[in-house]
């Protein structure tokens, strides 16, 4: 009876889908059409393949000043020692063997009414649509002794390469009995779960080769991404809640907030204290990335509005945003919602570019964190579009959070399952 | 039980059809659905591993019934469970059938030994291959096994041999098919040990 009915299943499945593609001549073929795509990491990678994939005839540009990218995600494992930093770079010949060039140049300036954007290095590149992802940018200012100059020797780490090298050779030459401080950014910004896996994958490092030695948070804010559970793994794996915890974390309502750092003097000063660590890791406010401040794409908070249904700036028709510079409500700034994201609006663009309807939009975001030795946990989202207030809103009842009691079987898998995911989004977003 | 399943399947599956009849969207849906899959799964549903399965080139009924598992609790799970209640009936059957179309990649060499998977061919032979059949390639009735990841599959076979993935309450099978399948994975570990487990995953690990 199974059997039968799943062969019947699969005939009846079968013929239909093979009807509705009768009825529908692929749907941008007859169309080609200019993409110009700001920016190779995640949110841009994975727009130009997915137009690609539907319609090999759309001409696809991508415009990224580096040569090779370092995937955030899985950057804190170089720093706990499990990864190196070769191991989470990723180059651009899956976009390049699909047809899609890249211009290995930094985009100076869009024009969205010319429809060009123009390079650094003097090209100009038109567009029929245009795709900004440039991810985020830094506000080094308001804290006395920090700039750029600073961040040579207080990385944030915050894009992944040359920083997290940085950070990584100062972890290994500090000494046992040592303090590493991370000073953790305002709300929103990249990866809320993140500062708080660094302290983890530090304190693993440290854990192992440096016993003595402690990582303390600085945060401004009162609450942070997977708490319970973070502080769940703390308590399991480095001593939190005892006098030996070398997680120690610190709401600036309890320190002060930092009102000066010495690159010099490697000393952090907060309203009501002083701290002489041997490594700072301060992790800016942000907002999107300066191409899309510079193409006039940002509101006042710095960050990008958009039409939820299609990424469209809600500033420059034409002109998409996603990734970490978007506004997406309810959507982290994570990779994966890069991902997702960089689908939803080549569909769109597909959609647009052929003249017919955007099909009804469909969001996803899955978290890993890992917080030591087989021991990880994880967060997961489906979300839909609602055209009454231009939101983007998690289904209600789905997704959520590891069980803080799973079994330490459920941990171990989730290391594997973030091992797995981190391979298959690579190959997914960059080919 | 089981009949409930199966009614509730062909109810969908006509569902579907009207769905996809009518409306040319339909397809566009069932990619838009299906893509965001990718990002865990691996382009086109074939994964890169080590625990994530491949989807692509899964039988739609059997994708189907494991997707309506795990949002109902049924089906032990990280993070599946979690996802799938994020989906009706409906939306499960496009993207069921979407990933029914894609191939079934078998893109990593992965490390076996050869002397386990000599064993496991033995061991598949006598006790997996009336349901696996086609050393593990077939997708007809049954997950295709052949080329997945082996901590997938070591995995899996654990959580069945535990009852943690319970094949009492897979109303899919009929009553005959879970007797079947479970008295098989009482022979495998009572005759075989956990080494013979070990060497059927290999078995299929090998196949590329």
Redesign the interface.
């Known amino acids: ?3 039968l ?3 019947n ?2 005939r ?6 093979a ?3 009768l ?2 001549p692929h ?1 941008a073929r007859a169309t080609g059409g200019n993409v110009v795509i700001v920016g190779g990491g995640v949110g841009g990678a994975t727009t130009a393949r ?1 137009l690609k994939l539907a319609n090999p005839d759309i001409s696809v540009t991508v415009v990224e000043p580096k040569s090779s990218y370092h995937t955030c995600f899985m950057s804190n494992e170089v720093l706990g020692g499990e990864r190196t930093l070769e191991g989470i770079e990723v180059g651009y010949d899956g976009l390049k063997s699909m047809g899609i060039t890249m211009v290995q140049d930094r985009a100076s300036g869009i024009d969205p009414d010319a429809r060009t954007v123009t390079t650094a290095g003097g090209e100009t590149l038109n567009f029929d649509r245009c795709v900004v992802a440039p991810g985020i940018s830094f506000v080094t200012d308001g804290i006395e002794g920090y700039d750029e100059a600073a961040q040579e020797k207080i990385p944030h780490a915050w894009q992944a390469g040359p920083q997290t090298a940085l950070l990584r050779s100062q972890l290994e030459a500090m000494e046992d009995g040592g303090l590493v401080v991370i000073i953790a950014p305002p709300n929103p910004f990249r990866c809320p779960p993140g500062p708080y896996e660094r302290a983890s994958m530090i304190a693993h490092y440290l854990k192992a080769e440096k016993p003595k030695s402690k990582v303390m948070i600085l945060d401004p804010k009162e609450k942070f991404s997977k708490q319970g559970l973070f502080m769940q793994a703390w308590k399991d794996l480095y001593g939190h809640g005892t006098d030996n915890s070398m997680i120690e974390w610190n709401t600036f309502s309890k320190v002060g907030a930092i009102n000066k750092l010495d690159a010099a003097a490697m000393t952090v000063e907060t309203d009501f204290e002083s701290f002489d660590p041997a490594v700072i890791n301060y992790i800016p406010p942000q907002k999107a990335g300066k191409i899309a401040l510079d193409a006039d794409l940002a509101d006042d908070s710095g960050w990008c509005p958009v039409d939820k249904m299609t990424f469209e700036s809600s500033k420059h028709a034409g002109v998409h945003v996603i990734g970490d510079a978007a506004i997406a409500t309810a959507m982290p700034k994570s990779g ?1 919602s890069a ?2 994201q960089g ?2 609006t080549a ?1 769109a663009i597909v959609a647009a570019l052929a003249g017919k ?1 955007m ?6 975001n ?1 978290c890993y964190s890992i917080a030591g030795t087989d021991y990880g946990f ?1 967060v ?3 979300y839909r579009y609602k055209a009454d207030d231009n939101t983007i809103a998690g ?1 209600e ?4 959070l ?1 069980p803080v009691d799973a079994s330490p079987e ?1 941990r171990k ?2 290391v ?2 973030a ?3 981190y ?6 977003t960059w ?1 | 039980m089981k009949a409930r399943g199966i009614l509730s399947s062909a109810l969908a599956v006509m569902a579907l059809v009207s769905v996809a009849g009518q409306a040319p969207a339909a397809e566009l849906e069932a990619s838009m659905l299906a893509n965001t899959c990718n990002g865990c799964h691996g382009p086109n549903g074939t994964s890169y591993g080590p625990a994530a399965p491949t989807i692509g080139g899964t039988n739609a009924a059997y994708m189907f019934e494991t997707m309506v598992a795990f949002r109902e609790g049924e089906r032990p799970s990280t993070i599946m469970q979690r996802i799938a209640k994020g989906y009706s009936d409906e939306e499960l059957k496009l993207i069921a059938d979407y990933f029914a179309k894609q191939p079934f990649g078998r893109v990593v060499d992965q490390n076996t030994d050869p002397d386990l998977v000599a064993r496991g061919k033995q061991i598949y032979d006598n006790l997996c291959e009336d349901c696996h059949e086609d050393e593990g390639m077939s997708a007809i009735d049954y997950p295709a096994l052949a080329g997945q990841m082996m901590p997938y599959l070591d995995h899996q076979l654990h959580d069945l041999i535990s009852g943690r993935r319970d094949l009492e309450k897979n109303e899919a099978l009929s009553s005959k098919e879970r007797r079947k399948k479970m008295r098989n994975l009482k022979e495998l570990v009572d005759t075989e040990g956990e080494d013979g487990v070990t060497a059927v995953i290999h078995f299929f690990g090998s196949k590329n």
């Open positions: 009876m199974t059997r009915s799943r062969r299943f699969i009846i499945g079968g013929a239909a889908v009807g509705a593609t009825g529908l749907i997915y994966y991902n997702s689908k939803v569909a309807e099909p009804q939009p469909s969001y996803v899955t994880s997961a989202a489906v289904v009842g789905a997704g959520g590891t459920q898998r989730e594997a399952f091992h797995s995911w391979n298959n989004i690579r190959k997914d080919g």
